[in-house]
């Protein structure tokens, strides 16, 4: 049977920006790569996203792959690829805050550019030169489906064990500034049996990550 490889992506991303580059870590699966706006609309559904029910590995990276876990029960099983994960995005080894995601959800509503530059500049130290693409990507994303993604963020935990029965792997950066290794490694209690590895000179960027 031909491996099918689905994507997840982070908030206001577009990992198809990569896709040249990422099918090489699988270059003989099919790759389907689900934009932000219909994770965002589906984040309490993903199995209901087109091509999930077929996925032998599903990649979720960072907001995709919280949404992975939360949906766990609810999806066939296959493997797992967890890029920059979490179990709580505002916990106190962080940077973010409730009260802060929800601000800013809430003025994506009205004027999404100042949320947009927040998380720029969090990554504008990082290794690589793809800030510009996301950028560029990120505005083009409905305001409302912006705010939804941040208030799922601000309000979204992993409490209980998941992926139990999945083949589960967790690659992050150790130069990461948006979701810090302390956060990531704080899901050993709740990923049994998922293999974690650093990436010494990656950061958030999934091509640096994978490749």
């Not at 209901?48 to 609810?74: E, F, Q, R």
């Not at 490694?185 to 650093?198: M, N, R, Y």
């Amino acid at each position: 049977m031909k491996e099918v490889w689905v994507w997840l992506p982070d908030w206001a991303a577009d990992m198809a920006l990569w896709e040249d580059d990422l099918v090489n870590v699988a270059p003989q699966a099919d790759h389907t790569f689900i934009s932000y706006a219909s994770l965002a609309a589906s984040l309490d559904n993903i199995a209901g996203i087109p091509g999930m029910d077929k996925a032998t590995t599903v990649v979720g990276w960072g907001l995709g792959a919280l949404a992975l876990m939360k949906n766990a029960a609810s999806l066939k099983k296959c493997d797992w690829i967890l890029l920059s994960p979490f179990a709580d995005f505002c916990d106190d080894s962080g940077e973010w805050t409730q009260q802060n995601l929800r601000f800013m959800a809430k003025q994506c509503l009205t004027n999404p550019e100042p949320s947009l530059n927040t998380f720029a500049e969090v990554f504008e130290n990082e290794f690589g030169d793809w800030q510009d693409d996301w950028m560029a990507a990120a505005k083009k994303v409905d305001k409302e489906l912006l705010s939804k993604g941040l208030n799922y963020l601000a309000e979204t935990r992993v409490k209980d064990p998941v992926g139990e029965g999945r083949n589960v792997q967790v690659v992050y950066g150790r130069q990461d500034s948006c979701v810090l290794p302390a956060q990531t490694l704080k899901l050993k209690d709740v990923l049994p049996g998922a293999s974690f590895k650093e990436r010494p000179k990656a950061g958030h960027w999934p091509p640096l990550l994978l490749l």
